[in-house]
C-alpha cells in the first residue's frame, strides 16, 4: 500500500503555519509516506501573501511552499503535488489537479463564488473537495453545505474534533458524496493521516480519478 497525505501547509504561504515546504516534506518521508499534497491557504483564506502585489507576483510566492517541498522530495524520495485551500465566507475547500500556470491564467478566481469555482475546476478536469465541512470554530460564521458544488467530501480531518468528523461521514453517505481524509497538518508535530492506495500515484491525475471514479482507499486515521 501507498500512503498520501491530502492536506497539509507551509509557513511560505500559509500564515497560521510553522513548519516550511522542506520540513513537511522530510517528516512525511520519515513517517514512511510514499508522496504529499501541498494545499496551502489561498488569498480569500489565511493566508501570508500581501494582497496589493501584482497577480503573478502573487501566484509565484504562492507556490513557494510547494516548490521547496518539491525541491527536497525530489532529492529524498518523496512525491510532492501541487493544490490549495481556497475559502469563502468561512467554508473551506481543497483544489487538485491545476498548476501555477493555470492560476497566472485566472486571476478573477480571487473572487469566484462556490459554485462558479466547481465549474471552472471540474472543466479544467481538477477537483473540489469539502474541507472538514462541520467544524464549528469561533472565525466560521456558519456551517454551509454544497452537495451540488463539490466531487467529495474530507470525512476524517485529523485536526477536528471526531464529532465534526463523524457529522461529515453521515453528510457524505446521505449525498452518496466520495471521501478523503487529511491530517491538516500545519507545524512539526506531523500527524498521520490522508490515505493508502493500491498503487503508485504518476500524477496529481491519479488522486482525481480515485475519487471522480471511487476506487478503494483506506482511510488513515
Same mark, same amino acid.
Given at each position: 500500500? &501507498? %500512503?498520501?497525505? !491530502?492536506?497539509? #501547509?507551509? =509557513?511560505?504561504?500559509?500564515?497560521?503555519?510553522?513548519?516550511?515546504?522542506?520540513?513537511?516534506?522530510?517528516? &512525511?518521508?520519515?513517517?514512511?509516506? !510514499?508522496?504529499?499534497?501541498?494545499?496551502?491557504?489561498?488569498? $480569500? +483564506?489565511?493566508?501570508?501573501?500581501?494582497?496589493?502585489?501584482?497577480?503573478?507576483?502573487?501566484?509565484?510566492?504562492?507556490? =513557494?511552499?510547494?516548490?521547496?517541498?518539491? =525541491?527536497?522530495?525530489?532529492?529524498?524520495?518523496?512525491?510532492?503535488?501541487?493544490?490549495?485551500?481556497?475559502?469563502?465566507?468561512?467554508?473551506?475547500?481543497?483544489? &487538485?489537479?491545476?498548476?501555477?500556470?493555470?492560476?497566472?491564467?485566472?486571476?478573477?478566481?480571487?473572487?469566484?463564488?462556490?459554485?462558479?469555482?466547481?465549474?471552472?475546476?471540474? =472543466?479544467? +478536469?481538477?477537483?473540489?473537495?469539502?474541507?472538514? /465541512?462541520?467544524?464549528? $470554530?469561533?472565525?466560521?460564521?456558519?456551517?454551509?453545505?454544497?452537495?451540488?458544488?463539490?466531487?467529495?467530501?474530507?470525512?476524517?480531518?485529523?485536526?477536528?474534533?471526531?464529532?465534526?468528523?463523524?457529522?461529515?461521514?453521515?453528510?457524505?453517505?446521505?449525498?452518496?458524496? /466520495?471521501?478523503?481524509?487529511?491530517?491538516?497538518?500545519? #507545524?512539526?508535530?506531523?500527524?498521520?493521516?490522508?490515505?493508502?492506495?493500491?498503487?503508485?500515484?504518476?500524477?496529481?491525475?491519479?488522486?482525481?480519478?480515485?475519487? %471522480?471514479?471511487?476506487? /478503494?482507499? !483506506?482511510?488513515?486515521?
Amino acid at each position: 500500500m &501507498y %500512503k498520501y497525505e !491530502t492536506h497539509l #501547509h507551509t =509557513k511560505e504561504c500559509s500564515l497560521c503555519a510553522t513548519a516550511s515546504g522542506e520540513y513537511q516534506a522530510e517528516a &512525511y518521508k520519515d513517517a514512511g509516506y !510514499t508522496g504529499i499534497i501541498i494545499t496551502d491557504h489561498f488569498f $480569500r +483564506g489565511n493566508t501570508n501573501i500581501r494582497r496589493d502585489l501584482p497577480w503573478e507576483e502573487r501566484i509565484n510566492l504562492f507556490c =513557494k511552499g510547494y516548490e521547496n517541498a518539491k =525541491k527536497r522530495g525530489d532529492e529524498i524520495g518523496l512525491d510532492v503535488f501541487f493544490g490549495w485551500e481556497e475559502t469563502y465566507e468561512g467554508q473551506d475547500f481543497l483544489i &487538485y489537479g491545476l498548476d501555477k500556470e493555470w492560476m497566472l491564467a485566472h486571476p478573477e478566481m480571487e473572487y469566484w463564488t462556490i459554485r462558479e469555482q466547481f465549474e471552472a475546476v471540474d =472543466k479544467a +478536469g481538477g477537483l473540489v473537495i469539502h474541507a472538514h /465541512p462541520f467544524r464549528d $470554530r469561533p472565525y466560521i460564521p456558519k456551517i454551509r453545505l454544497f452537495p451540488n458544488h463539490v466531487h467529495g467530501v474530507e470525512i476524517y480531518n485529523a485536526s477536528n474534533f471526531q464529532e465534526e468528523n463523524d457529522e461529515a461521514f453521515m453528510y457524505a453517505k446521505k449525498y452518496n458524496l /466520495p471521501v478523503t481524509a487529511g491530517s491538516d497538518s500545519h #507545524h512539526h508535530n506531523i500527524i498521520c493521516s490522508g490515505i493508502e492506495c493500491k498503487e503508485k500515484w504518476k500524477s496529481i491525475q491519479d488522486y482525481i480519478k480515485i475519487i %471522480k471514479k471511487e476506487k /478503494p482507499i !483506506t482511510l488513515i486515521y
